[in-house]
């Protein structure tokens, strides 16, 4: 596709589940990003990804997330017992290998009740 | 003190006025400035970048930065009703995208 794509966009789930997020980013991107964003907030800083690799992990808040990028192509966020506190909007963003110019998708809305 | 300090309005002007956007920041080793855009429910859309000091100009935007001050601004001319949005400065150390966000400006342009 022209942009980078988050499914789903809406996700609602109970607390103590686990969620998976999905990033679809630019074509020919090797670099991709997660971030969050708390409602009044600028996004957050997650993870880093060059190719398959998990680059720079240092914004993941704690143990129960996790990304993978296992064909350094799709990525896949995951949350394991998802706590209130989680609720937020994930985006994802791809760039070409170097330069800080990052591309953001939609972001998938996460709520946790 | 966030890294990053950035007011969040809202800031309301009427079409047509030069709008001025800033940030300030703490960390002498950011070398890359970037503006983005956000639409309500939307992710955030690049508008420019920067790399060190000085000006960049595209279209109506025009981005400026000061290291010696650690000051950063977005100035818009004759703005729109479309202009309407938040308004995120970002900053990185390094040359990827890992990037440090402001909180974010919200910008209303008045018909």
């Known amino acids: 596709g022209a942009g980078v794509s988050q499914t789903p966009s809406n996700k609602v789930t109970e607390k103590g589940k686990y969620v998976e997020l999905r990033c679809d980013p630019i074509s020919g991107h090797t670099a991709l990003y997660w971030y969050r964003q708390s409602l009044g907030q600028g996004p957050e800083f997650l993870i880093y990804?060059?190719?398959?690799?998990?680059?720079?992990d240092s914004g993941l808040p704690n143990d129960r997330f996790f990304a993978v990028r296992p064909e350094g192509s799709v990525s896949t966020l995951k949350i394991q017992r998802t706590e209130r506190g989680d609720s937020a909007v994930y985006l994802c963003?791809?760039?070409?290998?170097?330069?800080?110019?990052?591309?953001f998708g939609q972001g998938t809305r996460l709520t946790v009740v | 003190q966030k890294e990053v300090e950035q007011d969040p309005g809202p800031l309301s002007v009427p079409e047509g006025a030069i709008v001025s956007l800033n940030c300030t920041y703490s960390n002498s080793a950011f070398q890359y400035f970037m503006w983005y855009r956000q639409y309500s429910r939307k992710g955030p859309e690049l508008l420019m970048y920067t790399y060190s000091s000085g000006n960049k100009e595209d279209g109506r935007f025009t981005a400026q930065v000061d290291k010696s001050s650690k000051y950063i601004s977005l100035f818009i001319r004759d703005s729109q009703p479309s202009d309407s949005a938040t308004y995120l400065c970002?900053?990185?150390?390094?040359?990827?995208?890992?990037?440090?966000f402001g909180q974010g400006t919200t910008l209303q342009v008045k018909p």
């Open positions: 990804f060059q190719g398959t690799g998990a680059a720079d």
């Open positions: 970002a900053t990185s150390s390094s040359n990827t995208g890992k990037l440090i």
């Open positions: 963003a791809s760039s070409l290998g170097s330069g800080p110019d990052a591309f």
